[in-house]
Every structure is written in C-alpha cells, then in structure tokens.
C-alpha cells in the first residue's frame, strides 16, 4: 500500500533516495517493452512514454495513492514523461539517471520471469539507424551528390536533439513492432494501476 504524497515532493530522486522509498513509491517506467524486458526497478510497471496520455486516466488514479516515480534508462525520457504529467496535474518525480544511475551504484534490477531478453536500449538503437543514414547518404552521394542531404539532415537532427533534450528518431523508432507494447501487456499495466 502506498502512502499520501508529502506536499513539496521533489521533481527528481537520487538513487539513494529512491531506493529508500521503493516500496512506497509507484513506479512507472517508461521505455520500450523491450528496454523494460531487460531489467527494471522491481516492482515497475511499464508504460511506454508514447501511451503515457492514453494511460492518463490510471496514473492519475494510482497518483492519489501515492508518489509516483517515472524512470527510464538516463533520465531524458522520464522527465519528458514528468513534464506532461505535471501538464495535466499529476505531479511526479523522476530517478536521476535513470536505471543506468540504479545499476552504477550497485542496485539490482528485476527480470520478468527470471528472463533477460536481449534488447537494445532506445539510445544504441538510435546511434545504429543515424550511423547507418550517415554512411548510406555519405555512399551514395558519391554517385549523386544529392543523396549526401540524408547526411546533413540527420547532422542537423543530432545538434536539434541535443539543443532541446529531445529525439525525434527515437520517437520513430518507438513505433516499430519491436518496440511496442502488446495490447495485453498494456491492459494489464492500466489494470495494475487501477489497483494500486
């Protein structure tokens, strides 16, 4: 069972902070399915950043229960998550550093099933597909220089994302099967936090 939130609660926990409060804290993770099959908090509950206002209704539900705690692997996605929660009301503090932070200071984390699937974190996923675009357009643009505009635009895209702490490919790329929640896995997540 969860407890009533403090008035002032911080926008963001250390890892020591964290672990302290886990068992009273909700914790929604929001990377992909398959970053979250990896290893999460124990006791998270994964709500991908792209279904987080279709999850609204429920978070909102489990946040009068308690302190919500957002996390994800760096803490980039979280707070963006944090942000639109605060936006509709529902204040919510995310984990400094995200789970990379929890597994440096020694943390363990938890595999559904005792399994670990083998995914790729959002970020390498990224660096492969830009990588990949650059070297193409950079190929192919020895044939037409044209093709080397692919180059550039994600050069542009990388400085873009840096500037806001954003990520348009990885909002992309959280779109392909691989990365998405199966409905059921969803449902149940919504259903968990109608219960919390």
Not at 65 to 84: K, M, P
């Amino acid at each position: 069972m969860t407890t009533p939130r403090a008035p002032h609660a911080p926008h963001a926990l250390d890892t020591a902070q964290a672990r302290t409060r886990l068992h009273e804290l909700i914790v929604l993770d929001v990377r992909t399915p398959g970053e979250y099959a990896t290893g999460h908090l124990p006791g998270a509950l994964n709500i991908p950043l792209d279904h987080l206002e279709e999850a609204l209704p429920d978070i909102r539900h489990a946040a009068r229960r308690g302190d919500l705690l957002v996390v994800c692997a760096s803490g980039a996605r979280s707070e963006n998550a944090r942000r639109t929660l605060s936006a509709h009301g529902i204040p919510t503090a995310t984990l400094t550093g995200g789970t990379t932070a929890w597994t440096t200071a020694g943390h363990a984390l938890h595999h559904p099933h005792g399994t670990r699937r083998i995914a790729w974190p959002m970020e390498r996923q990224v660096r492969l597909t830009a990588g990949a675009v650059v070297l193409t357009g950079l190929a192919l643009g020895r044939l037409r220089p044209a093709f080397r505009l692919a180059s550039a635009g994600i050069a542009g895209g990388l400085v873009y994302s840096a500037l806001t702490d954003t990520c348009g490919m990885a909002a992309l790329l959280a779109r392909l099967p691989h990365n998405r929640p199966r409905r059921s896995e969803l449902d149940a997540t919504r259903a968990a936090l109608r219960t919390v």
